[in-house]
T-cell receptor
């Protein structure tokens, strides 16, 4: 069965410092991996996705994520955090067996302090 | 263009009542998803439509939940005999399958907050 784990409920980082939000997954076949962000009082927004190819994918707002097949991880990163990055981040996975069902992690709240 | 819209934004109902939640996807998007999000949790998959048909309804928790998409656009999630445990935010999302296939990202609506008293 598909599953996604986000081991940290909250990540705290100072503005200007690099940030990492962790995600590990378990699926059959080759995964399709996604990151979404949820700002207060707004709907979920797509950030980036990994389908195939280069393990480092770049997305919106300067975010990037690194796919690591051996560790079954897809950590979200940003070289320099902004206060405006404070939000709830969700990792999601779709398995490689042909379906469209998407499983989301429980979310990680990112707090960037000025 | 317009994004995914959901109505109502809030719905309060009494235990045992019937409710309908509506989703208007982005025009031209063939795929439509329903999720349920409880406090402190990620979205939980309920059902996926490709066109008019439910291609995967494995996430519907029981037979009180049903969803339709009769013309391949607007979808309605129907919950019979509501229970207090059904209280959650119900999210709808759509995507353009012909463009990216299974790699397609989803565009989410603002959700309907359902409270069962």
């Amino acid at each position: 069965a598909q599953s996604v784990a986000q081991p940290e409920d909250q990540v705290n980082v100072a503005e200007g410092n690099p940030l990492t939000v962790k995600c590990t997954y378990s699926v059959s076949g080759n995964p399709y991996l996604f990151w979404y962000v949820q700002y207060p009082n707004r709907g979920l927004q797509f950030l980036l996705k990994y389908i195939t190819g280069d393990n480092l994918v770049k997305g919106s707002y300067g975010f990037e994520a690194e796919f690591n097949k051996s560790q079954t991880s897809f950590h979200l990163k940003k070289p320099s955090a902004l206060v405006s990055d404070s939000a709830l981040y969700f990792c999601a996975v779709r398995d490689g067996t042909g379906g469209f069902k998407t499983i989301f992690g429980a979310g990680t709240r990112l707090f960037v302090k000025a | 263009g317009a994004g995914v819209s959901q109505t109502p934004s809030n719905k309060v109902t009494e235990k045992g009542k019937y409710v309908e939640l509506r989703c208007d996807p982005i025009s031209g998007h063939t795929a439509l998803y329903w999720y349920r999000q409880s406090l402190g949790q990620g979205p939980e998959f309920l059902i996926y439509f490709q066109g008019t048909g439910a291609a995967d309804d494995s996430g519907l928790p029981n037979d009180r939940f049903f969803a339709v998409r009769p013309e391949g656009s607007v979808s309605t999630l129907k919950i019979q005999r509501t229970e207090r445990g059904d209280s959650a935010v119900y999210l709808c999302a759509s995507s353009s399958i012909p463009t990216s296939g299974r790699a397609s990202e989803q565009y989410f609506g603002p959700g309907t907050r359902l409270t069962v008293t």
